[in-house]
T-cell receptor, first 115, second 114 residues
Framework: AQSVTQPDIHITVSEGASLELRCNYSYGATPYLFWYVQSPGQGLQLLLKYFSGDTLVQGIKGFEAEFKRSQSSFNLRKPSVHWSDAAEYFCAVDPLSGGYNKLIFGAGTRLAVHP | DGGITQSPKYLFRKEGQNVTLSCEQNLNHDAMYWYRQDPGQGLRLIYYSQIVNDFQKGDIAEGYSVSREKKESFPLTVTSAQKNPTAFYLC?????????????FGPGTRLTVL
């Protein structure tokens, strides 16, 4: 079945440590890929997106993500986490079918940051 | 400032009542969407609209209805037929030029059934 998987429900890191959030998808063709962030009780904000080209994508707030076709993955990374990064992170995929901007979301990864 | 507004921020409903959630955008986007968010389940698409006076069911449309009479507005009605309406509802919009683009999200409405 077509799906987006974020294997880690919760992650806790210390401030200043590096971060990697995992995302895997199961679609036949290379979809369009997105990472969104959500602060508690708020809407979603786009961090970065991948459509084509360079597989390493830079986003806002110091985040980057790498698309690996062979692994069907689009992992989000940050070299040094700040306390303000504590939030929930969603990977989303547009499978490029259905004739509209259809986004399939993963279940999310909640990030906690220890001082 | 361009963006998406949703109102109210919090909404309480008694069982058997219909309620309407407001979504307005001034981004001049053609496409608008409604999602439902439950803990641990990510976002699920309820309805979407690519153009005024047209809308389509998403993955979980049962118990919901929408209208799109104006480009900037896409209200969602949660009817009494929705068995478990307590959730966080998010509205989004995007351009629609035949390809994919990012969706912009509103701040959400939290609906609680009493």
């Amino acid at each position: 079945a077509q799906s987006v998987t974020q294997p880690d429900i919760h992650i806790t890191v210390s401030e200043g440590a590096s971060l990697e959030l995992r995302c895997n998808y199961s679609y036949g063709a290379t979809p369009y890929l997105f990472w969104y962030v959500q602060s508690p009780g708020q809407g979603l904000q786009l961090l970065l997106k991948y459509f084509s080209g360079d597989t390493l994508v830079q986003g806002i707030k110091g985040f980057e993500a790498e698309f690996k076709r062979s692994q069907s993955s689009f992992n989000l990374r940050k070299p040094s986490v700040h306390w303000s990064d504590a939030a929930e992170y969603f990977c989303a995929v547009d499978p490029l079918s259905g004739g509209y901007n259809k986004l399939i979301f993963g279940a999310g990864t909640r990030l906690a940051v220890h001082p | 400032d361009g963006g998406i507004t949703q109102s109210p921020k919090y909404l309480f409903r008694k069982e058997g009542q219909n309620v309407t959630l407001s979504c307005e955008q001034n981004l001049n986007h053609d496409a608008m969407y409604w999602y439902r968010q439950d803990p641990g389940q990510g976002l699920r698409l309820i309805y979407y609209s690519q153009i005024v006076n047209d809308f389509q069911k998403g993955d979980i449309a049962e118990g919901y209805s929408v209208s799109r009479e104006k480009k900037e507005s896409f209200p969602l009605t949660v009817t009494s037929a929705q068995k478990n309406p307590t959730a966080f509802y998010l509205c989004a919009s995007s351009t629609w030029e035949g390809g994919s683009d990012e969706q912009f999200f509103g701040p959400g409405t939290r609906l609680t059934v009493l």
